[in-house]
């Protein structure tokens, strides 16, 4: 009898040593002349259990982890001879941390060959599409609009009045564009469904094309992501070959292809009309707006613009209806959301979960509070430009309005989580210092306050004038927040001014706490 081994090809669990375990069990196996079947699949989100690896049984896969190389002969044995292993970690699915998510956009990763689109169609994988094909693009657009799905990118605009413009607006060509330039601190989210379920994305944009009448769309994928990037090209050759992708898509009428491209690496190509800028060759500089993308956005045509977390919920949508969807979540923010856990964290990784849990449930409940064993002091949600979040707001649920109201944003559903040494001081210098190294320099809010910003904070942590360079932080991030033409320089705001309100105390000369903690 073969055993069926899965071992992630994700790069998390590949940095980790994912590589060697897959060949120490290869060897372990020639060893003792056992027949195994290698499935290199993406990761399950588990990471600080990876290496991860799962062995199919009768009761379901089996977890064991996490593996190093030299666990690979110990364990290779326990699973011949059904035995305990001190790595053994039960069915993968009853596992705690998994067991409490609710994956509608994860459910395969993990799962999955990523390289085999008959192993996708086996798990769901195109009956969002096929159902698509019966469907009017209006119908379509209409299912998007009714599940309430909302931008997964940052911005939480409603996708399906997006897709509903780009629709109405005459054009002899259209475009879909996947905005996978994942660059907030603390996310991962993008990556890991396109290096663990890829054809969920080509799914979803296929599905936008066949909507808005597009016949072209384009993978933006940031050059630090090279896994994704051989991923996402394999799974198109394939889905290509498929018939999924080209002049006949699914043995229909429509014509739909997809090309990735790989961006520089600049942080405000996540912006979209920067992003479209960088699409057709030139550097990544901020458009005025308007005119929209969706009138006027790549090479002046008609343009859908979304985050790959966005298209990857559409086949979920479209095969079991807007109500299934949208039955998850709290007020305006509908479904679910891909939360990832990092920093100073226990249990970091990828949690899929609907709207309206708590930020206290996910850091202290579900990451198990940090790592360092020291208290949570700050919490950062929403990357880079995020606010900083103290423990007095950990009531407040995951969800658009809600973080809004106490002026913070979940953006990409990024955490990051610091102990009481953090000095807030210094992570606000941070944000304005990234802003200055990433701003496009198109505009002068950002450009320069950002750089002026920073000059002002290392002022008030030498201890001069305190107060005074306080009150010209306040006003330079009032002058960003309104006159910038970007997000980037727009949000910087939000980690300063959070920083400010709720931890003043650290602001001036290095506080005594830090000092103790040092």
Not at 219 to 225: F, G, N, Q, T, V
Request: glycine share 12%.
């Amino acid at each position: 009898m073969t055993i069926r081994i899965f071992v992630p090809r994700d790069a998390g669990a590949v940095a980790v040593g994912a590589d060697e375990v897959a060949l120490a069990l290869e060897n372990a196996a020639e060893k003792s002349r056992t027949a195994i079947e290698i499935v290199r699949t993406g990761s399950r989100g588990l990471y600080w259990l990876e290496p991860m690896i799962e062995i199919a049984t009768a009761q379901g896969r089996v977890a064991y982890g996490p593996m190093t190389s030299a666990d690979a002969a110990s364990v290779l044995k326990a699973m011949v001879a059904d035995g305990p292993h001190a790595l053994q970690l039960g069915v993968t699915e009853e596992i705690p941390w998994l067991k409490r998510q609710t994956r509608l956009t994860f459910a395969r990763c993990g799962v999955v060959d990523p390289r085999s689109v008959a192993n996708y169609r086996a798990h769901g994988g195109y009956k969002g599409l096929e159902r698509a094909l019966t469907l009017s693009p209006d119908a379509i657009i209409a299912d998007v609009t009714a599940s309430g799905l909302r931008g997964r990118g940052g911005a939480g605009f409603p996708t399906g009045i997006k897709w509903k413009t780009v629709a109405q607006t005459a054009a002899d060509q259209k475009y879909i564009v996947c905005n996978a330039d994942e660059g907030d601190s603390g996310t991962f989210a993008d990556r890991m469904i396109m290096e663990g379920d890829p054809f969920v994305v080509i799914e979803g944009m296929t599905i936008a094309g066949i909507a808005v009448g597009a016949t072209k769309g384009f993978i933006y994928i940031r050059s630090e992501y090279p896994h994704a990037v051989e991923a996402m090209n394999a799974a198109i050759s394939v889905a290509r070959r498929a018939g999924y992708l080209g002049p006949q898509v699914g043995g229909s009428a429509h014509a739909f292809d997809l090309e990735v491209r790989v961006g520089a690496g600049a942080y405000v190509c996540g912006e979209e009309t920067s992003l479209l800028e960088s699409l057709e060759g030139r550097r990544g500089i901020v458009r005025a707006k308007p005119p929209l993308p969706a009138h006027k956005g790549l090479f002046g045509k008609p343009t859908v613009i979304n985050n790959v977390l966005s298209f990857a919920a559409i086949p979920f949508i479209l095969a079991g209806g807007a109500k299934a969807y949208a039955d998850f979540g709290m007020g305006r923010s509908r479904g679910t959301m891909p939360i990832q856990l990092a920093g100073n964290i226990r249990h970091g990784g990828l949690f899929e979960t609907a709207f309206g849990i708590t930020l206290g449930e996910l850091v202290d409940d579900i990451g198990g509070g940090t790592l360092s064993g020291r208290p949570v002091r700050a919490v950062q949600v929403g990357g880079p430009l995020g606010a900083y979040f103290p423990r007095e707001l950990f009531d407040t649920p995951f969800d658009y309005e809600a973080f809004a109201a106490r002026d913070g944003l979940i953006g990409h559903g990024g955490i990051v989580v610091f102990d009481d040494s953090v000095d807030m001081a210094r992570q606000a210098r941070f944000a304005m210092e990234f802003c200055a190294i990433e701003s496009c320099g198109k505009c002068t809010p950002c450009r320069i306050g950002s750089t002026r910003g920073v000059e002002t904070i290392d002022r008030i942590r030498a201890g001069e004038r305190v107060a005074e360079n306080i009150a010209v932080v306040e006003d330079l991030c009032n002058t960003m927040k309104f006159g910038s033409l970007c997000a980037l320089g727009g949000f910087t705001p939000y980690p300063v001014m959070s920083a400010l309100k709720h931890f003043r105390e650290d602001f001036g000369p290095a506080p005594k706490r830090l000092q103790a903690a040092e």
